[in-house]
């Protein structure tokens, strides 16, 4: 309490210690003048009225919080005045210490219930039309109780009230309705109302209350005439008045208070029939039988009040079981609504919540949408398990939601998909952004003992006028494609030309899955040669498309599309039979000059696809062909770790197929592959034999690869080859099997046969 504040209340409480000196020297007939009671009444009411009017000034209170406190301001004033009019009449009339004028006990009165139209003008948001109507009961009970009590034990000296009023039914009013003043100040209290101090008020009720036990003591001072009950009611009154509004005060701004879940039982009822029972009891009643009939009433009232006591106690512990049950019920929903908007591995946003917000932002704009995957993250399921994938996607989803701004939402669309909405950033700010999301997230970081660089490939696009997140998400996707085809690790943002792309890839990928029933495609075979003279060793099998309207289709184009699309798995089967019918004609053409390897490409999902290896072993077994002709030229990124892929190789080993391994270090190279898969050739790619004459890099990379594969016993073939200087430079450091346009080009079986087939003697 400051200063300002703090004075006014001291004051008050002096002036109350004074008079209740006062009163306390008149009961021990210290014989003092009636004057000295009256004169602190009005100071004090001065105070509680200056109080009460600073709390109703205070803007930073509720407007029906200020409203009240004026409101009481005002009844303190006018009970200023009305203690001037009671002290003169006090002091002037026949019975100075008693003497009160009707007009006086009409102030009084209305003094009361202008306090009650006060109270019942808060604000009512925590109480219902039930609340409403008990408030209305308990006051009835209230005015009848406090009328016969009163009416019973205080008017027995209605004589005296009459002589001094003119009759009594002035201070049995002033009582009924300081009862309801009460009540309507507990009932406040208890159901709050707006920014109304919940302290404030029971020092409001407390003043009441004391006010009106302390007023009802003036028919007992008869033999004190210079005392009057009103020197205890308007001190005590006031001060608690000044003491609330300080309360008020220090309370500032005061949130309502909600109800509580369990409903209080309301005490008034059953005060009033105890006292009307104990008041019963103690009348005189002059017959037996009257007596026997009050004490059975009381009985049987008792037991009533016992019995609804019970009822509402068990129905107390009914509806808390309710409560707890709803809390439970409420607690669940949150947990639904929550597991409907979140992913449930990374506990980020899902599609649908990143979809409804996408669609709030649509009508104001200026935003971008990033779509973001991972690129080989199916490797780290397969070589290290599902666990570590997880735990992964999960250190991502922290990377994220670490670089994001306040306003940002990620989200994971499903798998290895995240998507970001950037609200209110420029083009150039979006790239900055998105640059240090692609270099932060692709730090090393260690999960479960395996130390791993996440790489991150990135499509963007900015919306636009009439977008839906459907198209906008389509946008991003197409570009995080190509950004993965440019190689990954970067973003890239959509351009109108990659929908031409992709919609040409897509209608190329229509016609790659009827190529084979409108006879377009063809099998081809490239010789794999003996070093240094360029014998025959084997063949590899090439797939070659003649597209109706586009010509000679480029394998590195179709290839990849089919890998996207699925369509290999169709694809590959389709060439292995056209293979394995060659190798059968072959052998019955050529016979011992047969091809004795043919190489045959097998793509990872091909691996991967269930039934491969069964399909392949019955495949050779309805042709007869020994299944040691056939090599299975795979990548080394289909083998890498552990997994469906490597357990098909190694099942296609036992079945009698060969392995090769194919650009051997142009991927994520492993020597560890040499190990743990059944290799038996290994082959170089073109990008190390370029340069093998040189004195490059690449030479050196030639020469310890022969190096390892000769120390574990592994055939080498390089590939590309396209002069003799290559041939020459490569046979010299070990080589002793190459492919490439210096020996041949890829040609038809029908052409692999006229090569092999022996020339007579004497031709």
Not at 208 to 230: I, K, V, Y
Not at 550 to 568: C, K, M, T, W, Y
Not at 571 to 600: K, M, N, Y
Not at 635 to 658: D, F, S
Request: with cysteine; proline share 5%.
């Amino acid at each position: 309490m400051i200063a300002g504040q703090r004075t006014p209340v001291v004051a008050g409480g002096a002036l109350l210690a004074v008079s209740l000196g006062n009163f306390a020297a008149g009961l021990l007939g210290a014989g003092l003048h009636p004057v000295t009671g009256w004169l602190p009444l009005p100071v004090m009411a001065v105070l509680a009225a200056y109080a009460s009017w600073q709390v109703g000034r205070r803007t930073e209170l509720a407007a029906p919080t200020r409203r009240f406190w004026r409101h009481f301001a005002a009844c303190v004033g006018v009970l200023t005045v009305t203690l001037v009019l009671h002290a003169r009449d006090a002091l002037t009339g026949p019975a100075p210490h008693q003497r009160i004028s009707l007009p006086t006990t009409a102030l009084y009165l209305l003094l009361l219930l202008a306090l009650v139209w006060a109270l019942m003008r808060l604000p009512a948001e925590a109480r219902s039309r039930g609340d409403w109507a008990r408030f209305g009961f308990d006051a009835g009970i209230i005015l009848i109780t406090s009328g016969i009590l009163v009416w019973h034990f205080v008017l027995i000296h209605a004589e005296g009230w009459v002589a001094h009023t003119g009759s009594a039914a002035p201070l049995l009013g002033i009582v009924m309705i300081a009862s309801v003043s009460l009540i309507a100040f507990v009932k406040v209290a208890f159901t709050g109302a707006g920014g109304l101090d919940r302290g404030a008020v029971h020092l409001l009720s407390f003043g009441t209350a004391l006010a009106a036990a302390t007023g009802s003591l003036m028919p007992f001072l008869d033999e004190r005439p210079e005392l009057n009950s009103t020197f205890l009611a308007v001190p005590i009154a006031c001060f608690c008045a000044q003491l609330a509004a300080g309360r008020q005060l220090r309370a500032r701004v005061v949130a309502p208070v909600a109800r509580r879940g369990r409903q209080r039982v309301s005490v008034v009822p059953y005060l009033a029939v105890a006292g009307m029972d104990a008041m019963l009891l103690g009348t005189d009643i002059p017959s037996a039988e009257g007596r026997i009939v009050a004490v059975g009433t009381v009985a049987i009232t008792a037991l009533v009040v016992v019995r609804q006591v019970t009822a509402l106690r068990e129905n107390s512990r009914l509806l808390a079981t309710v409560d707890s049950n709803l809390s439970q019920l409420r607690a669940y929903q949150e947990q639904l609504a929550h597991q409907v908007r979140h992913d449930s591995l990374t506990e980020i946003a899902n599609r649908a919540s990143f979809e409804e917000q996408v669609t709030a932002r649509l009508a104001t704009g200026g935003f971008v949408v990033a779509l973001l995957d991972l690129d080989d993250f199916k490797t780290v399921n397969d070589r290290l398990g599902h666990g570590t994938g997880d735990a992964l996607l999960k250190a991502v989803s922290r990377r994220l939601l670490g670089l994001l701004r306040a306003g940002d939402t990620v989200a994971r669309l499903g798998g290895d998909e995240f998507t970001l909405l950037l609200p209110g950033l420029t083009d150039t700010e979006a790239a900055a952004l998105l640059r240090r999301v692609i270099t932060e997230v692709q730090e090393p970081l260690l999960i479960d003992g395996h130390e791993m660089t996440p790489r991150i490939s990135i499509g963007v696009t900015a919306a636009r006028p009439g977008d839906t997140p459907g198209e906008l998400l389509r946008r991003a996707d197409v570009a995080m494609y190509a950004a993965k085809n440019a190689g990954g690790g970067r973003s890239a943002w959509f351009d109108p030309a990659m929908d031409e792309r992709a919609d040409r890839d897509a209608r190329l990928g229509a016609d790659l899955r009827q190529a084979v029933a409108r006879g377009e495609l063809s099998v081809v075979y490239q010789p794999i040669v003996e070093l240094p003279d360029g014998r025959t060793a084997g063949v590899e099998a090439l797939v070659r498309w003649q597209h109706a309207v586009h010509g000679q289709v480029s394998p590195a184009v179709f290839i990849p599309l089919a890998e996207r699309s699925g369509a290999i798995i169709e694809l590959g089967r389709w060439i292995l039979e056209q293979v394995v019918a060659q190798v059968a004609d072959w052998d019955r053409t050529l016979g011992a000059d047969a091809p004795r390897r043919v190489s045959v490409n097998v793509s990872p999902r091909e691996l991967h696809e269930p039934g491969f290896v069964a399909g392949v072993a019955a495949l050779l077994a309805r042709a007869g062909v020994d299944p040691a002709r056939f090599t299975a030229e795979i990548t080394e990124t289909a083998v890498l770790g552990t997994g469906p892929g490597l357990e098909a190789v190694r099942a296609l080993h036992e079945l009698g197929l060969r392995v090769a391994l194919d650009d051997f270090g142009t991927g994520q190279s492993s020597l560890s592959l040499l190990v743990d898969c059944p290799v038996h050739v290994l082959k170089v790619d073109k990008s190390f034999v370029d340069g093998v004459t040189a004195g490059t890099a690449q030479a050196v990379i030639v020469d310890s690869l022969i190096a390892i594969t000769t120390g574990l016993r592994i055939e080498a073939v390089a590939e590309g080859v396209e002069t003799a200087a290559q041939a020459r430079r490569l046979y010299a450091a070990g080589y002793r099997y190459a492919q490439g346009f210096h020996f041949a080009r890829p040609m038809t079986g029908d052409d692999i046969t006229q090569l092999l087939t022996p020339v007579p003697l004497g031709a």
